[in-house]
C-alpha cells in the first residue's frame, strides 16, 4: 500500500508539473481514498477545484475538511467568495484576516474587490499604494498598472466629472497588450477618441504576434482578440464609421466565443447602431445581452445601460404597461440616472396623455430639483402642446431655485431658451433685458470670455438688429469683424446695422463685401427652382391694380357609358329593374321545380288542394284555360312585384349536417 501511495504522490506531482488540472483532480482522490486525513492533499484538491473554476465545491471542501485545521485556507475562501459573487461575506471575511496578518497580498484581494463592486476611487488608491511598494523590474509591476488603468477607466465611465480626467497616461514602449487595451479605455471614457483608436490598433496587432509566438491555438487567440476588436468597433460606431463598426460586431457574433460578455456588448452595440430597423431583431440581441451568464461577467454600468435598452426597446414596441415596470424597476436601483424619468413620462405622452405626462414631470422635478433633464422635457412637452407661457413658466421655476451669481444660468443654451420664450410670449423687452445680463456676465467671466464661440456673438448681434437696437448690433458686428475681417456674415450684418445709423460707414464697409458671380448662372432655372413657391401662385393685386380677374371655367365630365354601349340601339326600358322584377325572368333550377310544390297556401294555377280551386287565399282568382300566354306572364310579373320576399325565401338553401335546437 505504501508503495502504491508513492507512486500517486510521483503522478501527482508531475501532473501538477504539467498543469493537467482533470488529472490531478483524479490522483488527489486516489490518495483520499487511501488516506482521506491526509491535509497537504486535501489542499492540492482545494487549489485544483478553484483553477478548474469550480469554486462552491471548492467551498464546501474548505468547510467540512479545513475546519479547525493548521492550514489556514482563508485566501483561497476570499477568492471563491469573490467568484461567485459573495462580495459581502469576502469583506467581513477580508476585515477579520487584515486585523491579524500584514501580508501584500491581502492589498491584491482587497483592490479586486473594490473593483468588482465599482469602488473605483478606493480601488485606484489601493493600486497607487501596490505600485509604490513594487520594484519597476518586477513583472508584477506591469500587471498592477494594467489593473489601475482598468480602474480609472471605471471611474472615468461612472463618473464623467471625475478629477484623473486631466492626468496624462505615461505607457512604456515596452508595454504589453493588456495595458495599451486600458490606456485605450480611458482615453475612450475621455473622448479621446483619435488616441484610443490608436492604442486599440496596437494592441490588437501586439496581441496577435505575442499568442503566435505563444504556440496558442487559434480559438483561444481569437476570443483573445474579441474583447480588443469590439472595443475597436465601439471606437469606430462613436467616430461614425458605422459601416466598419457593424462588419466588426457581426464577424464577433459569428465566431461562436465562449466569452458571453463580448457577445453581450457585441450585441448591445450592434442593437445601438440599427436602432428601430427591426424589432424583433434587435428583442433576441437583448436576449443574448441581458443572460444571467453575460450578467454576472459585466460591470454595473454596463449593466445599466442593457437593462435601460431594453426598456426603450420595449416603448418602441409600444408594450407602455411593460416599459413602465421596467423603467421603475431600473429607477429603484439606479437613482441618479434621469434618463429614467423621461421614459416614464414619454410612455405616458405616446399614449396621447399629454397633461398626465406633464404631471409626471412635474413630480419629478419637485423630488429631483438638481436634474436639468427633467425641467426641459417639462418645457418641451409643454411647447409641443402649444403652450410657450406654461413652458416659461417651468424655466422660470427652475432659473430660481439656483442663486443669481451662479454661472449655470448663465450657459448659452439657457439664455437663448430664455429669450426665445419670452419673444414668444410677445415680451421682446425682457429678452432683451435677460440677453443684456448675459452679456455683462460673460464680459466679466475671464473663462468664458477668453473662449466664447462667435455663434453666440453673432445670434445676440442679430436679435439686437432684429428689435431695432441698430448701434449696440453695429458695435457687436464691428467686433466681429475685427477677429476675423474675412467673416462674410458678420461683414454683412455690420452694413445692415450701419445702414439704419451711419450710412457713410455702410457704403464704406459695403465696398468690402465679396461679390457675387453670376457669369455661371441661368437666371431663369433658378426662379423656377426656388423653394416655397407653387407654380400655380399669383401676385395679389393691390389697390391700382385695376385689372378684371376672368372666371375660372368649370371643367365638364364626359358620361359614364356601359362598355357595351351601342347609340343605334334602344336601350332596354327595365334595365333599372331588378333581375326577379322583370317581365322577361324566367326561373332556373330547383327554384324552378318548387314553383310547382309550393307549400300550403301558396298560389297554384288551376287551384289548391285537389285541384278544385277552393284554396284561393289571397284573393287571387284562379287562372282560366282562356288567358292567353302573355296575360299569364303579364299577372305572373304583378304578383312577383308585390311580393318580393316571399319569393327570395323561397330560394334560399338550407344548410346541411345541422341539428335543430331543441
Given at each position: 500500500?505504501?508503495?502504491?501511495?508513492?507512486?500517486?504522490?510521483?503522478?501527482?506531482?508531475?501532473?501538477?508539473?504539467?498543469?493537467?488540472?482533470?488529472?490531478?483532480?483524479?490522483?488527489?482522490?486516489?490518495?483520499?481514498?487511501?488516506?482521506?486525513?491526509?491535509?497537504?492533499?486535501?489542499?492540492?484538491?482545494?487549489?485544483?477545484?478553484?483553477?478548474?473554476?469550480?469554486?462552491?465545491?471548492?467551498?464546501?471542501?474548505?468547510?467540512?475538511?479545513?475546519?479547525?485545521?493548521?492550514?489556514?485556507?482563508?485566501?483561497?475562501?476570499?477568492?471563491?467568495?469573490?467568484?461567485?459573487?459573495?462580495?459581502?461575506?469576502?469583506?467581513?471575511?477580508?476585515?477579520?484576516?487584515?486585523?491579524r496578518s500584514s501580508n501584500p497580498g491581502l492589498l491584491f484581494l482587497e483592490a479586486q474587490l473594490l473593483y468588482s463592486q465599482d469602488k473605483f476611487t478606493e480601488c485606484i488608491r489601493v493600486y497607487e499604494m501596490l505600485l509604490q511598494q513594487t520594484n519597476k523590474s518586477d513583472p508584477v509591476y506591469?500587471?498592477?498598472?494594467?489593473?489601475?488603468?482598468?480602474?480609472?477607466?471605471?471611474?472615468?465611465?461612472?463618473?464623467?466629472?471625475?478629477?484623473?480626467?486631466?492626468?496624462?497616461?505615461?505607457?512604456?514602449?515596452?508595454?504589453?497588450?493588456?495595458?495599451?487595451?486600458?490606456?485605450?479605455?480611458?482615453?475612450?471614457?475621455?473622448?479621446?477618441?483619435?488616441?484610443?483608436?490608436?492604442?486599440?490598433?496596437?494592441?490588437?496587432?501586439?496581441?496577435?504576434?505575442?499568442?503566435?509566438?505563444?504556440?496558442?491555438?487559434?480559438?483561444?487567440?481569437?476570443?483573445?482578440?474579441?474583447?480588443?476588436?469590439?472595443?475597436?468597433?465601439?471606437?469606430?460606431?462613436?467616430?461614425?464609421?458605422?459601416?466598419?463598426?457593424?462588419?466588426?460586431?457581426?464577424?464577433?457574433?459569428?465566431?461562436?466565443?465562449?466569452?458571453?460578455?463580448?457577445?453581450?456588448?457585441?450585441?448591445?452595440?450592434?442593437?445601438?447602431?440599427?436602432?428601430?430597423?427591426?424589432?424583433?431583431?434587435?428583442?433576441?440581441?437583448?436576449?443574448?445581452?441581458?443572460?444571467?451568464?453575460?450578467?454576472?461577467?459585466?460591470?454595473?454600468?454596463?449593466?445599466?445601460?442593457?437593462?435601460?435598452?431594453?426598456?426603450?426597446?420595449?416603448?418602441?414596441?409600444?408594450?407602455?404597461?411593460?416599459?413602465?415596470?421596467?423603467?421603475?424597476?431600473?429607477?429603484?436601483?439606479?437613482?441618479?440616472?434621469?434618463?429614467?424619468?423621461?421614459?416614464?413620462?414619454?410612455?405616458?405622452?405616446?399614449?396621447?396623455?399629454?397633461?398626465?405626462?406633464?404631471?409626471?414631470?412635474?413630480?419629478?422635478?419637485?423630488?429631483?430639483?438638481?436634474?436639468?433633464?427633467?425641467?426641459?422635457?417639462?418645457?418641451?412637452?409643454?411647447?409641443?402642446?402649444?403652450?410657450?407661457?406654461?413652458?416659461?413658466?417651468?424655466?422660470?421655476?427652475?432659473?430660481?431655485?439656483?442663486?443669481?451669481?451662479?454661472?449655470?444660468?448663465?450657459?448659452?443654451?439657457?439664455?437663448?431658451?430664455?429669450?426665445?420664450?419670452?419673444?414668444?410670449?410677445?415680451?421682446?423687452?425682457?429678452?432683451?433685458?435677460?440677453?443684456?445680463?448675459?452679456?455683462?456676465?460673460?464680459?466679466?467671466?475671464?473663462?468664458?470670455?477668453?473662449?466664447?464661440?462667435?455663434?453666440?456673438?453673432?445670434?445676440?448681434?442679430?436679435?439686437?438688429?432684429?428689435?431695432?437696437?441698430?448701434?449696440?448690433?453695429?458695435?457687436?458686428?464691428?467686433?466681429?469683424?475685427?477677429?476675423?475681417?474675412?467673416?462674410?456674415?458678420?461683414?454683412?450684418?455690420?452694413?445692415?446695422?450701419?445702414?439704419?445709423?451711419?450710412?457713410?460707414?455702410?457704403?464704406?464697409?459695403?465696398?468690402?463685401?465679396?461679390?457675387?458671380?453670376?457669369?455661371?448662372?441661368?437666371?431663369?432655372?433658378?426662379?423656377?427652382?426656388?423653394?416655397?413657391?407653387?407654380?400655380?401662385?399669383?401676385?395679389?393685386?393691390?389697390?391700382?391694380?385695376?385689372?378684371?380677374?376672368?372666371?375660372?371655367?368649370?371643367?365638364?365630365?364626359?358620361?359614364?357609358?356601359?362598355?357595351?354601349?351601342?347609340?343605334?340601339?334602344?336601350?332596354?326600358?327595365?334595365?333599372?329593374?331588378?333581375?326577379?322584377?322583370?317581365?322577361?325572368?324566367?326561373?332556373?333550377?330547383?327554384?324552378?321545380?318548387?314553383?310547382?310544390?309550393?307549400?300550403?297556401?301558396?298560389?297554384?294555377?288551376?287551384?289548391?288542394?285537389?285541384?278544385?280551386?277552393?284554396?284561393?287565399?289571397?284573393?287571387?282568382?284562379?287562372?282560366?284555360?282562356?288567358?292567353?300566354?302573355?296575360?299569364?306572364?303579364?299577372?305572373?310579373?304583378?304578383?312577383?312585384?308585390?311580393?318580393?320576399?316571399?319569393?327570395?325565401?323561397?330560394?334560399?338553401?338550407?344548410?346541411?349536417?345541422?341539428?335543430?335546437?331543441?
Amino acid at each position: 500500500m505504501a508503495s502504491s501511495v508513492q507512486t500517486l504522490f510521483a503522478e501527482l506531482k508531475k501532473t501538477i508539473a504539467e498543469g493537467n488540472d482533470e488529472l490531478t483532480l483524479q490522483i488527489c482522490d486516489k490518495i483520499i481514498k487511501e488516506n482521506a486525513a491526509d491535509q497537504t492533499v486535501l489542499h492540492c484538491k482545494a487549489v485544483t477545484l478553484i483553477r478548474l473554476g469550480r469554486y462552491n465545491d471548492a467551498l464546501q471542501l474548505i468547510a467540512r475538511k479545513f475546519k479547525g485545521s493548521d492550514i489556514d485556507l482563508s485566501f483561497e475562501k476570499i477568492y471563491c467568495y469573490y467568484r461567485t459573487n459573495q462580495f459581502q461575506a469576502a469583506f467581513e471575511l477580508l476585515n477579520e484576516i487584515k486585523t491579524r496578518s500584514s501580508n501584500p497580498g491581502l492589498l491584491f484581494l482587497e483592490a479586486q474587490l473594490l473593483y468588482s463592486q465599482d469602488k473605483f476611487t478606493e480601488c485606484i488608491r489601493v493600486y497607487e499604494m501596490l505600485l509604490q511598494q513594487t520594484n519597476k523590474s518586477d513583472p508584477v509591476y506591469e500587471e498592477i498598472q494594467v489593473n489601475l488603468l482598468a480602474a480609472k477607466a471605471g471611474l472615468a465611465f461612472t463618473a464623467k466629472k471625475a478629477v484623473l480626467a486631466s492626468e496624462p497616461i505615461e505607457l512604456s514602449a515596452s508595454a504589453q497588450y493588456e495595458v495599451a487595451y486600458n490606456a485605450a479605455s480611458l482615453h475612450l471614457a475621455r473622448s479621446e477618441l483619435g488616441e484610443a483608436r490608436k492604442q486599440l490598433e496596437a494592441a490588437r496587432k501586439a496581441c496577435n504576434d505575442r499568442l503566435k509566438e505563444e504556440d496558442m491555438s487559434q480559438e483561444e487567440i481569437d476570443e483573445e482578440l474579441a474583447v480588443i476588436a469590439t472595443q475597436l468597433a465601439y471606437t469606430y460606431q462613436i467616430q461614425g464609421r458605422v459601416e466598419e463598426a457593424m462588419e466588426i460586431y457581426h464577424s464577433v457574433l459569428a465566431s461562436d466565443l465562449k466569452d458571453a460578455s463580448v457577445n453581450a456588448v457585441a450585441s448591445n452595440n450592434l442593437l445601438a447602431v440599427q436602432q428601430q430597423r427591426d424589432l424583433g431583431q434587435a428583442a433576441q440581441k437583448l436576449k443574448t445581452a441581458s443572460s444571467k451568464e453575460a450578467s454576472a461577467r459585466l460591470k454595473r454600468y454596463q449593466k445599466r445601460v442593457i437593462a435601460m435598452n431594453e426598456t426603450l426597446l420595449q416603448l418602441y414596441m409600444k408594450k407602455y404597461d411593460a416599459c413602465r415596470d421596467s423603467a421603475c424597476k431600473l429607477i429603484a436601483t439606479y437613482p441618479e440616472n434621469e434618463t429614467l424619468y423621461l421614459v416614464l413620462a414619454a410612455a405616458t405622452y405616446q399614449q396621447r396623455k399629454a397633461e398626465n405626462a406633464v404631471e409626471e414631470l412635474r413630480k419629478y422635478a419637485q423630488e429631483k430639483p438638481e436634474m436639468l433633464a427633467i425641467w426641459f422635457a417639462t418645457i418641451q412637452v409643454q411647447l409641443l402642446q402649444s403652450q410657450p407661457a406654461a413652458a416659461l413658466g417651468t424655466l422660470e421655476s427652475y432659473l430660481g431655485r439656483l442663486n443669481k451669481e451662479n454661472s449655470e444660468r448663465y450657459k448659452p443654451a439657457i439664455v437663448a431658451l430664455e429669450v426665445w420664450l419670452y419673444e414668444q410670449t410677445g415680451q421682446s423687452d425682457r429678452a432683451m433685458e435677460i440677453l443684456d445680463k448675459a452679456s455683462q456676465h460673460w464680459k466679466m467671466d475671464a473663462e468664458f470670455s477668453s473662449n466664447t464661440p462667435t455663434s453666440i456673438m453673432k445670434q445676440t448681434a442679430a436679435f439686437k438688429l432684429k428689435t431695432g437696437r441698430f448701434s449696440e448690433a453695429a458695435a457687436d458686428y464691428e467686433q466681429l469683424v475685427r477677429s476675423d475681417p474675412t467673416d462674410a456674415q458678420a461683414l454683412a450684418g455690420l452694413v445692415a446695422a450701419y445702414v439704419e445709423v451711419d450710412p457713410i460707414k455702410a457704403k464704406q464697409y459695403g465696398s468690402s463685401l465679396p461679390g457675387v458671380a453670376l457669369d455661371n448662372l441661368d437666371i431663369a432655372e433658378l426662379e423656377s427652382m426656388v423653394p416655397g413657391v407653387k407654380r400655380g401662385y399669383v401676385r395679389k393685386p393691390t389697390n391700382g391694380d385695376k385689372r378684371r380677374k376672368m372666371p375660372k371655367e368649370k371643367k365638364k365630365r364626359k358620361p359614364l357609358l356601359p362598355k357595351d354601349y351601342n347609340p343605334e340601339r334602344t336601350p332596354d326600358p327595365e334595365r333599372w329593374i331588378p333581375a326577379r322584377e322583370r317581365s322577361t325572368y324566367r326561373v332556373k333550377g330547383k327554384a324552378k321545380k318548387a314553383t310547382g310544390k309550393g307549400p300550403q297556401g301558396t298560389y297554384i294555377a288551376g287551384g289548391g288542394i285537389g285541384g278544385t280551386g277552393s284554396a284561393n287565399i289571397g284573393g287571387l282568382k284562379a287562372a282560366t284555360g282562356g288567358e292567353s300566354p302573355e296575360q299569364q306572364r303579364a299577372n305572373k310579373g304583378k304578383a312577383a312585384s308585390t311580393t318580393p320576399a316571399k319569393t327570395s325565401n323561397n330560394n334560399k338553401k338550407k344548410k346541411k349536417g345541422g341539428k335543430n335546437k331543441w
